[in-house]
């Protein structure tokens, strides 16, 4: 735990604020997986903090937003680079 608070801490992936008044907040929960060598010695214990999803709100909490490249899409793309000569 210490270990993936301290990447947490490296990689400035969360901040801590104070939660203004009338905001719902998020929680978060800590998951733990011991890794296991193939001969089923343990080889690591690992742990990681989630947020628990199941209490955010579409649209409010988070917004989903996710563009998907078709193959006609890509298709499409290239051609119009081959009329344009622009370099991609």
Known sequence: MEEEIKTIEKNNTLELVICPHGEDIIRVKWVY????NPDGTIQKHKARMVAKGYSQ?????YETFAPIATQKKK????SQRHVTKIKI
């Open 57 to 61: 709100q579409p649209r409010i909490d």
């Open 75 to 78: 298709l499409h793309i290239f």
């Open 33 to 36: 997986k011991t890794k296991l």
